[in-house]
T-cell receptor, first 113, second 114 residues
Framework: EDQVTQSPEALRLQEGESSSLNCSYT??????LFWYRQDPGKGPEFLFT???AGEEKEKERLKATLTKKESFLHITAPKPEDSATYLC??????????????FGKGTHLIIQP | DGGITQSPKYLFRKEGQNVTLSCEQN?????MYWYRQDPGQGLRLIYY???????QKGDIAEGYSVSREKKESFPLTVTSAQKNPTAFYLC?????????????FGNGTRLTVT
């Protein structure tokens, strides 16, 4: 069964303390790996799409990387406004499009001032 | 500003009643989706639609129904047959039903059934 596992479930950091969130996948034939940010009581907001191993994408303090088995979301010198739940989702060849998307449960990130 | 509007934000219903959640988008996207989010679980797909007058069941369609009469609108009805309807419901859209089209989400409707 195709699975997407995010770790840790929750992470508390001090402002400026860099860290990484992990998204491991066992999907058969990856078409794309997506990262989203979700604030409490709101819908997820798209951050990145990665398609092939070795690919990297950056946006402000966030950098997403992809290997054949996992993706990392690196957060450099985070600020309190980076506090949110970060979701990853894997799109499989067998599905195609959002009907083939498998979401992880998310990492709840808290950045303390 | 273009986006997806879900209404209402909070909805309360008695058990046994059907309820319809609204989703409207002005992004001119062809594809629309409904997801359910429960604590401690990943998003789960209920229904999706690639084009007007066409929709497909997702992973957890039982107890739900949808319509797609207009490109902009994709309402979800939670019927009395849904055994655990209390959840956070998210509507999304994308340019097309492909891996190159990331989802754009609305801000959700929190449904409570007692």
């Amino acid at each position: 069964e195709d699975q997407v596992t995010q770790s840790p479930e929750a992470l508390r950091l001090q402002e400026g303390e860099s860290s990484s969130l992990n998204c491991s996948y066992t999907v058969s034939g990856l078409r794309g790996l997506f990262w989203y940010r979700q604030d409490p009581g709101k819908g997820p907001e798209f951050l990145f799409t990665l398609y092939s191993a070795g690919e990297e994408k950056e946006k402000e303090r966030l950098k997403a990387t992809l290997t054949k088995k996992e993706s990392f979301l690196h957060i450099t010198a985070p600020k309190p406004e980076d506090s949110a739940t970060y979701l990853c989702a894997a799109d499989m060849y067998s599905g195609g499009g959002a009907d083939g998307l498998t979401f992880g449960k998310g990492t709840h990130l808290i950045i303390q001032p | 500003d273009g986006g997806i509007t879900q209404s209402p934000k909070y909805l309360f219903r008695k058990e046994g009643q059907n309820v319809t959640l609204s989703c409207e988008q002005n992004l001119n996207h062809d594809a629309m989706y409904w997801y359910r989010q429960d604590p401690g679980q990943g998003l789960r797909l209920i229904y999706y639609s690639q084009i007007v007058n066409d929709f497909q069941k997702g992973d957890i369609a039982e107890g739900y129904s949808v319509s797609r009469e207009k490109k902009e609108s994709f309402p979800l009805t939670v019927t009395s047959a849904q055994k655990n309807p209390t959840a956070f419901y998210l509507c999304a859209s994308s340019i097309q039903l492909t891996a190159n089209s990331p989802l754009h989400f609305g801000n959700g409707t929190r449904l409570t059934v007692t």
